[in-house]
Nanobody
């Protein structure tokens, strides 16, 4: 069983920064990919950024140039550095981890990010 625990969310003013962390605990695997998704009120969950074990990184257009995803394979951890935050970045941010493309991913419980003055 794998648990994903997110941390680092909170309230920040527009233009500010936050760093989200996600650490996998329980059975230790080498994940095929880890990612961050977000879901704003009344909207569908959407990909923010994804990193594969080989280092390939994908960003949604909304975060390009502002967000940076990084991973630590030894710790089964993934991080999301978010800079120049905007009110439209307000959402619950979820960590996602895949053991392989053919298996259902694991999800964290989510961490709230609120960007407001």
């Amino acid at each position: 069983q794998v648990q994903l625990v997110e941390s680092g969310g909170g309230l920040v003013q527009p233009g500010g920064s936050l760093r989200l962390s996600c650490v996998a605990s329980g059975s230790m695997f080498n994940f095929y990919a880890m990612a961050w998704y977000r879901q704003a009120p009344g909207k569908s969950r959407e990909l923010v950024a994804r990193i594969r074990s080989g280092g390939e990184i994908t960003y949604a257009d909304s975060g390009k140039g502002r967000f940076t995803i990084s991973g630590d394979n030894a710790k089964n951890a993934v991080y999301l550095q978010m800079n120049s935050l905007k009110p439209e970045d307000t959402a619950v941010y979820y960590c996602n981890a895949e053991l392989s493309p053919a298996t259902r991913p694991y999800w964290g419980q989510g961490t709230q990010v609120t960007v407001s003055s």
